[in-house]
């Protein structure tokens, strides 16, 4: 597995910059720190609706003692302070008696004001190089004068499913991978259903327009097991069968220049080497942190968990009372219907035979 994750590791950079409206980069990391331009606010202004007024004109006022203010100009929010006012008495906070403007409350200077550059000065960083773009971010962006930006755009990953089910099972892998891939901040070029056939495969490989492409099923060592012979005519098949379980029988290599990982086609086995492998690559594309992105509960084993020595173990888990996880089902086991009564997975290292019960795990949460 190391040798997997560093070849991983080696290869697989995120796609050069592009310079993208604001509308298609949530999500996206920023490829360059932005910085304001100008102050911001460039001048002080209302922050409230209401009156400007010179604050030590309102000193002493209150329900019961009315201030008349001399001078006084109405207002609303985002309005520029008009010149020689320095606060905003809320329209709540005065009362109008015929044409006279009384407050009552005082107000100290600047209330009700953002002053000039409160939100940002000349010069100053608004969002550092590197920053995954959030919804609020865009606004901010448009508020600095920014409509397009660049970003490191979301690697585009074409998911083939080669050969399909057999006996007439149903497709099962499409649309979790699909779901898996957006997660891990891809997005699906295109889920194409391939017979299996070694030459239409390779062509499916060899076609421009992905950055990653995710190849599942047919990687065993069957008759009809074509997916690794298919990369080894379009490019390279790098490594092929790892010491992982399940998803043993999956493969690494490169068509054209881009990486392509081969899941085998059984569903638990397509999961987990799609957590163990897949996600790993299409994050590191997203130039996301390599590393699992699931939610983790520290636990304690409520039953042995089995593991072969220089085998990564996948363990499906349910957590229970006091934090004490219990698997599902074991690492072999087909099918998803054990994933789906599990709360998450317990990985037990190649180096380890296994944990005892009451030994500390971490569980890695499906959800
Ligand atoms: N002699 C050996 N045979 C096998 C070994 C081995 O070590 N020695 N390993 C077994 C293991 S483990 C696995 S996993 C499979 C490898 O599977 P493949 O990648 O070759 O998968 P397929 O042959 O395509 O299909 C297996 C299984 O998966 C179902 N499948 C395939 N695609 C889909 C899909 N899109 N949706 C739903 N189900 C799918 C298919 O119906 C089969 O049941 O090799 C073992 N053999
Ligand atoms: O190699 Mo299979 O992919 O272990 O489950």
Redesign the pocket.
Known sequence: MTEAWAWIDGRIVPPPARVLPLAECAGLRLAEAVVATGDWPPAARAAVDGYAVVAADTLGAGSYNPVPLTAVAAVTAGDPLPLGYDAVVPFEAAQAVGPVVEAIDAVAPGTGVERQAAWAGAGSLLLPAGRRLRPGDLGLLAAAGRGVVPVLPAPRVRIL???????G??????AMLAALVGRDGGVVEAVDAVP?DSDVLAEAFARPGADLILS???????P??V?PAALALTGSLDLHGLAMR????AGLGLAGGVPVL??????M??LAAYELLGGRAVRRAAGRPAGLPHATVEAVTARKLVSEIGCLDLHRVRLGDGGRVEPAASP?W?GLAAAARADGFVLIGAESEGVPDGAPVTMYSFD
């Open positions: 499913l080669a050969g399909g089910p057999k006996a099972a149903p497709e099962q892998l499409g299996a599942a099923g047919r990687t065993g060592t069957g009809d097991d997916a399940p998803g043993g029988s081969l899941l085998p086609g059984e569903p086995a397509a072999g087909p």
